[in-house]
């Protein structure tokens, strides 16, 4: 398999494939608490997966991926309250995407994927793509840019059989059974199942309170069971994951 992670990549190798029209994939992620049983960097860590298998599939490039991201919120990160969990302004992930978006299309990129690994992410990511276009697209209007959460491409037909309990839907998967299934086939090193907790499935009202102060947040941290977490889940959400992303590419960025 070609190395597809810019940061590994000659400036001559770069050049040459974004040249030849490659996808470049820019991984969002967050620095973020993610139970006891996880590490703090999990949504970098599974949208850079992800990203670089999709780029493997679509001979595409993966640039460096933004460990950071906008502040956890208590219905589907469990908030701003714990230890770790170190986060950007609005603002400053906004900027941070469209300087990387403005450079990238300055050194010849036309079609670029921002693979989002933490829901909180989404809107300024919109934003991001947005005002990138508002900026470029009169001098480059053959820039086209796609913004995803790679978990919307694994189907309830997918996910239903592992969750005899019936999915409790994205939002409160944090910390939970597909992310720690993810988790155990592709960092197993970094998942400690004897700690995973009983915690969940979290309770919210429908509204959002300000300050934080994680009221209604399971203590662990994590909003809904990882019980019935597998390595041979975590393959399948991947591989499905991946082909679905890696279609939906070909599908979007098909030339004319
Ligand atoms: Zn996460
Ligand atoms: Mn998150």
């Given at each position: 398999m070609s190395e597809v992670l810019m940061s590994r990549l000659s400036w001559q190798e770069y050049a040459r494939r974004i040249a030849a029209g490659a996808v470049v994939f820019l991984p969002v992620g967050a620095l973020e608490q993610h139970g006891p049983h996880l590490p703090l960097g999990v949504d970098a860590m599974l949208s850079t997966d992800v990203a670089v298998g999709v780029a493997q599939r679509v001979g595409g490039v993966v640039a460096a991926p933004l460990n950071y991201g906008?502040?956890?919120?208590?219905?589907?990160?469990?908030g701003q309250c714990f230890p770790g969990t170190t986060s950007l302004d609005a603002q400053t992930l906004i900027?941070?995407?469209?300087d990387v978006i403005r450079e990238l299309v300055?050194?010849?990129?036309?079609?670029?994927?921002?693979?989002?690994?933490?829901?909180?992410?989404?809107?300024?990511?919109?934003?991001?793509?947005e005002l990138a276009w508002r900026e470029l697209g009169a001098s480059t209007p053959e820039l086209r840019c796609m913004r995803t959460e790679y978990w919307?491409?694994?189907?309830?037909?997918?996910?239903?059989p592992m969750f005899p309990g019936g999915f409790p839907g994205f939002a409160l998967e944090h910390a939970a059974l597909i992310e720690t299934s993810m988790m155990l086939h592709l960092h197993p090193d970094l998942v400690d199942l004897s700690l995973l907790p009983d915690?969940?499935?979290?309770?919210?009202?429908?509204?959002?309170?300000?300050?934080?102060?994680?009221?209604?947040?399971?203590?662990?941290?994590?909003?809904?069971?990882?019980?019935?977490?597998k390595a041979e889940y975590g393959a399948t959400i991947f591989e499905t994951v991946?082909?679905?992303l890696a279609a939906a590419v070909g599908e979007a960025?098909?030339?004319?």
């Open positions: 906008y502040k956890s919120q208590a219905r589907c990160g469990g900027s941070f995407v469209q300055r050194h010849g990129a036309r079609n670029i994927v921002l693979v989002d690994g933490h829901y909180e992410n989404q809107w300024f990511l919109t934003e991001a793509c919307d491409f694994c189907g309830i037909d997918v996910l239903d915690d969940g499935p979290a309770e919210f009202p429908v509204y959002d309170m300000f300050p934080q102060t994680g009221h209604g947040v399971p203590p662990s941290g994590v909003l809904s069971s990882a019980r019935g977490a991946c082909n679905g960025f098909k030339a004319g």
